[in-house]
């Protein structure tokens, strides 16, 4: 006898609640959280020039100021380290994030 298993696996992903977005980014932080992805290193320039062009007084807060968010581990550690990051955005006063590049 053979146990045979579904290539298909099951899902583990739990719902996620996202915060309503911001209406207008005139005066406000936003945060840049960066997993170390494809040349965040050069979209990110990119992207905070473009928001500085056509918000102004938008502050941006470099994904230098954040540690980079590999997603490995276990799905307990992942969240621990989302929860910090969150709370260091909360501490910085980020009123959006941009966490493209994959995180």
Known sequence: MYEVLSPLGESTAEAL????R??????????EVWNGGF????AFPII????QKRY???RIVPYTE?????IIGDSGQLKERVDQVV??????GCDAMITGMGF
């Open 17 to 20: 609640a996202a915060a309503p």
């Open 22 to 31: 911001v209406s207008d980014l005139k005066g406000k932080t936003v945060c």
């Open 39 to 42: 040349r965040g290193q050069v």
């Open 48 to 51: 905070r020039e473009l928001l």
């Open 56 to 58: 102004p007084g938008v």
């Open 66 to 70: 954040f540690p980079t968010e590999y």
């Open 87 to 92: 709370a260091h955005a909360t501490q910085l």
